[in-house]
């Protein structure tokens, strides 16, 4: 069964044509970092604005990589919830047009659960590691908009644990990065730049957040006012004029660098302390083995020192680490058309009402 996937919910406009859940023909994706660079974060209008210009082309590519036609297709899915209202809605409007043009079926898409999935196929073969054998899981999405625990009974059944309260993590790095002076999108430029040999993981104390004892939520927003306040120095009072005492001009490179290691050993450790809680509460449970497998979906994924340390953690706890490769990490249309072929058998297609949702699911 080919499915076209589309994907238009952030900043990135994604077309993938899978066959049966997993066999991936095509993943095209046309990034706007180039649009959004300059204001240091993603517009929303300039996003969707750009999604409606480029979604035919992008559809168009994605079917041609693959070597199919429109008339090849079974389905159709689109992430449909979360993420910007106006550029989900173009998303949704093209598959809609599609489903109903080509008289085929039509899968809403939660975006979320998409990654995870994505972290499920990832490093799958035929013969190894099935699918099936990473269920139940422990799910964990770290993206630009998102930082949330999932228990994954199915790859459609998920129930969210906690997630962050404030910013998400790659928002931090974000963030991080441009307190640095670093390019958008920061979370590549920060993971380079802690990777340099020399740098210091230490030489800042950033805070790591707990939250409460038994909180299964994230809070990244004190670190990153704790990077801030290393880099610029203490907030002037208002009758001085206001502003910060220096910027990260005044920084020695291994300054920076050593900022960025510290600033994502504090992430990391973060993001490991609620891993760790989340499988202790779940063995807790009533099942004696709650999880087989941790997946690990979202664009921060990509960072080599979170793989690094969930790795170890899944090796002590004796349990499959999934990560998805680079391409399927960030936002891409081919962990939708994969996710909408077990949603197909799992609940049938979705109707001409299916409409953009900016929030979470449950
Ligand atoms: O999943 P994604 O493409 O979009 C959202 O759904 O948000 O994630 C994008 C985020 C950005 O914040 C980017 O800085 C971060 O993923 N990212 C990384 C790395 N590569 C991408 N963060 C840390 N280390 C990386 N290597
Ligand atoms: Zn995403």
Redesign the pocket.
Known sequence: MHILGIET????TAASVVVDGRRILSNVVASQFDLHAEYGGVVPEIASRAHAERIRPIIDAALAQACVSYADLHAVAVGHRP?LIGSLLVGVAAAKALAWALSIPLVGVD?LQA?LYAAAIGHDSEDQNPIAACYPALGL??????TAMYHCQTPTQTHRLGGTIDD????A??KV?TILGLP?????????LAGEPDADDRAFDFPVSRLDRDSLDFSFSGLKTAVLYAVRGNPRPRELGGGFERDHTGLSHAQKRDVAASF?RAACRAIIIKLERALDDLARGENTRAVRSILV??????????RREITVLGHARNLDVRMPPMAL???NAAMIASLAHHQLAAHGPDDLTLTAVPTTGA
């Open positions: 919910s952030c900043d990135e993420g975006h990654h999405v770290v993206s630009g908009g998102h998400a993590v790659g928002e790095f974000d990065a958008h999108p920061g979370g590549p430029a920060i993971d380079a994502q979906g979202g664009g921060v994924s990509a960072n080599s020192r979170l990490c960030v936002d």
